[in-house]
Structure formats: C-alpha cells, structure tokens
C-alpha cells in the first residue's frame, strides 16, 4: 500500500469530486482485478494465491475530461497512473509496482461518428472490438482487426498502445497501419489531438510516437481509425510442407510477388499438432493455411498466383478444406479454455525479422530452448502467423511442464527461458516483438535491442513526462521521480 492514510483519504476524496464517487473504488478485489492480466505472470500469483502488484485506487472515466482531471490530480501528488482496456495483454503491463491509480478506460466506449464516404470510425478508446465490429457490420463495414484477444476484451486503445494485430494483419495491417488520429491526455492533464490524417509533411509524426507508447507518454482517450468493406468473397488454400524452411521460402516467394492473401498461417510439426487437437484440421505436419477475400474475381486470381508460388517451394495442396476448417475455429482455444495455464510454465516470443534471418531465429532459439532446459523439460513450438513485403513474425512458445514448486524458483525459471530465447532471437537478426507490446515483462531487454537509441526513447518520456507517473516500470522505463507517494 503507497501513501500515508491520510494522504490516500485525501486523494480519494479529490477523485471522488473529479469523475463521481461510483466511479472510483479502492475495493481490493477491483485492484487486484485491474492489476491482472493474461501473462503467465499474472496467471500464475493467481493461481498460487499470491498478490499482483496493484494500484491503491480504481478509477472509471467516462470522458475525456474526466481522463484530463484524473491526470491534473495524479500529476499534482505524483501519484502513477496505469491504464488499462480490457486487460488481454500478456507482459504485465496493467500491473501497478508502484502503487498509483488504475485508470479503467473501458466507459469511453462510445462511437462519435462511422464516415462512410471516408472509411473512418472514430470511437473512445474503451470500446471492444466485438462491439465497435457489430456496429460497423451493419453497415456492411469492418475494421478487419481479429487477434486472438478479440473475445477476451481486448480494446481499440489496448490495440493502439501495443501495436496490435490481428489473424488478417497481412493484407489489412496492424494496429499502427488501421489508426489515423488518436486523442490523448498527457501530464500534467494536457489534452493533444494528433492531425486527422496520418500522412503529411508537416514535421514530425506525433501520432506514431503515441502508437505503441503502452500508456507511458500519456492515455489514449479517443481514435479514428481506417475501416473497409466487407468482402464479397473468401477463399481458402493449405498446403504441407517437407519442413518448417520450405514453409517460410513458400511465404517469402508469395508476399515478395505482392500477393495479398488476408492470412498466411505456417505451423511447424508441434504446433500443428497442437493445432490438430485444439481445432480439428485433419493434417499434423509442417502446414501452412491461407486465406484470401475481396471481389470473386480477386480471390480466383490470388489463389492461383499463391498456389503456383507455394508448388514452386516444395508444398503440396491439401486442399480448401483445412483452410476453411482452421478459419471457423480460430477462436476455439479461447472460448473453450484450451489456452495454457498454470502450473504449466509457458511464454510467448512472437520475433519478427526480415526473410533472411527467419530460418536462423527458428533454429537458434529452438536449439537454445529444448537444450540448455533439457533438465525440465522444455519444449518449443513455432508458427509464422504475421507477414509482410520484407520478412515475418515467429510466434514461438516455450513449455515447461513441471516447473518448480517453489514460487520464487518457478518466476527465476521463467526469466531465465525468457533471457535465452529473446537473446537468441536477437542475435539472429529478430526483434523482439511484434504485437504483444513490452510491459514489464520485456522491459529489461528495450537497451540491448534498441541500443543507444533507446537513450533518445527515455529523453522523449523525460520531455513528456517529467515525473514519471505515466505507467511506470514499462518499456523499460524506471519509477516516478521525486514521488512523494
């Protein structure tokens, strides 16, 4: 617990004024709430009964006012404030090391305007994906943003902060692609509304600073965002492989021929497998299932250019079968509770890295895993899920399946799989992370991957936020300065 109890009375009280006292708790159970998130971290303190580092309040804005007054009060106090959607990231970047106010973001969820001759959506950022998508396809619209977290919350400003993606992310891009103007709210309670398109000349991209800034420069309040058409048509291929580098040949062979298939999944021959049990497609091999929509016309002509370049690496058709089977069910492992879970011990790395070092990654961080933790146990599967012109994402995981008992012991175990393989991943070329975002997890790996630039990241949060109250001990940022907390 931070803060005297006098001070905390004190500071409840102000925020009881400022956004209404039924929106403001300091109930344990809601800060324990607000802390957890879908790390194994989180997953496993709850499943050992243990605490997550927690904020010492809970506050639920319903506007952007209200965003600006909580930041006004906080910054006065040097009070942290750590802010959080829907809670569906997986690096701890809702837990409160320091204490501070949890700023639940999940009210703002109204959509302000759907320009349908523009193809923008603009919406607070506290909206869900499901709701914002239903809206919009009644409309005959779609954002066309599905990741895995679609149904467990996950929010447009928890996609925006984290440089989310989504299973059709390589025709219709990321989080950073789809978002054209955001609205935020940074300390001391300033209000910034980025230029209404993203592309210009005029001076520095304010709007890509706070892409991906994870809450540490200040709170994305509202957004607008590139929408498009629902597609006329879909069309499935799958293909098997000799192995997993035939596999990312075919991928490099499609996406360097400008094709633009909505989904390019490669499993290697464990995760297909895993695959086999968790959905039901009929083939455990190296696969690889693809996804093409848009005009009939469109999809007819991409499936034949894709399967010629696919052929031309080694695969063999499977058919559309597996495709359309894989697409209906790929949401099955979160709706029927077939994720990981504690006492399992898992992560997730998801590198992303040109073509060229793709192959390198795959067997340098396998080799590390099942090796240097063969005492445990430790396995490591591996599929290419996010693609683009120039290379791709491994969404690679480690397993251990007897941790130690101990809790500390089983924590230091974790970190020391995460140091092996994020090393090794970069090392080989990667970085460290495609869409999952940095929170705390990944924070002490930000200097060796960005080098001296990560320097120049740490004087913008200094500009921005001298104090440091935005979300602190994330993207490798330390604590409030000079807090009296």
Not at 29 to 45: G, I
Not at 71 to 100: C, E, H, K, N
Not at 368 to 391: C, K, M, N, P, V
Not at 451 to 476: Q, Y
Request: glycine share 12%; aromatic share 10%; with cysteine.
């Amino acid at each position: 617990m931070s803060g005297s109890s006098f001070l905390r009375g004190h500071v409840l009280r102000e925020l009881q004024m400022a956004v209404g006292a039924e929106n403001v708790s300091i109930d344990t159970a809601e800060t324990q709430e607000q802390a957890a998130d879908w790390s194994w971290m989180s997953k496993y303190l709850q499943y050992r009964d243990l605490a997550v580092p927690a904020a010492d309040f809970v506050v639920r804005p319903g506007t952007t006012a209200d965003v600006q007054a909580v930041v006004r009060l906080a910054s006065d106090y040097r009070i942290p404030v750590v802010p959080r959607g829907g809670g569906s990231g997986t690096q701890g970047g809702t837990f409160a090391p320091y204490g501070g106010i949890a700023l639940d973001l999940t009210r703002l969820n109204t959509i302000v305007e759907i320009d349908e001759e523009s193809l923008v959506v603009t919406t607070g950022a506290g909206i869900d994906g499901p709701t914002l998508e239903a809206a919009l396809n009644e409309k005959g619209l779609t954002l066309a943003h599905y990741p895995g977290s679609y149904h467990l919350g996950a929010t447009i400003g928890g996609f925006i902060a984290a440089r989310g993606s989504g299973v059709v992310s390589t025709k219709y891009g990321k989080a950073e692609d789809q978002v054209l103007q955001v609205e935020a709210v940074v300390a001391p309670g300033t209000v910034v509304k980025t230029l209404n398109v993203p592309s210009h000349a005029a001076g520095s991209d304010l709007l890509q600073t706070f892409v991906g800034s994870e809450g540490t420069l200040g709170v994305i309040t509202e957004a607008s965002l590139r929408i498009d058409p629902l597609p006329a048509a879909r069309g499935f291929l799958s293909f098997s492989f000799p192995d997993i580098f035939a596999g990312m040949d075919a991928g490099r062979r499609i996406m360097t021929a400008r094709l633009r298939p909505a989904v390019i999944r490669l499993y290697d021959e464990a995760d297909s497998k895993k695959l086999q049990d968790w959905v039901g497609t009929p083939f455990a091999g190296t696969l690889m299932v693809i996804m093409c929509d848009g005009d009939q016309e469109l999809v007819d002509y991409e499936m034949r250019a894709i399967t010629a370049q696919a052929e031309k690496a080694g695969g063999t058709s499977l058919g559309p079968d597996v495709g359309r089977i894989w697409w209906d069910g790929k949401y099955e492992p979160y709706a029927k509770g077939k994720l990981p879970q504690p006492p399992l011990l898992y992560g997730t790395f998801d590198t992303v890295a040109r073509f060229h070092d793709l192959p390198a990654i795959y067997r340098a961080k396998k080799k590390a895993i099942e090796e240097q933790f063969a005492d445990y146990g430790a396995r490591y599967t591996a599929h290419l899920s996010h693609w683009y012109d120039w290379g791709a994402m491994i969404y690679d995981r480690f397993y251990v399946d007897e941790p130690p008992t101990d809790p500390a012991e089983a924590m230091a175990l974790h970190d020391r799989l995460w140091d092996v393989g994020i090393r090794e991943g970069i090392s080989a070329g990667g970085v460290l992370n495609d869409h999952h975002g940095v929170g705390m997890k990944l924070g002490r790996f930000m200097r060796l991957q960005h080098g001296t630039g990560f320097e120049l990241m740490r004087a913008l949060k200094d500009a921005w936020d001298p104090d440091g109250i935005m979300n602190p001990g994330k993207l490798g940022f330390g604590p409030p300065r000079n807090s009296r907390w």
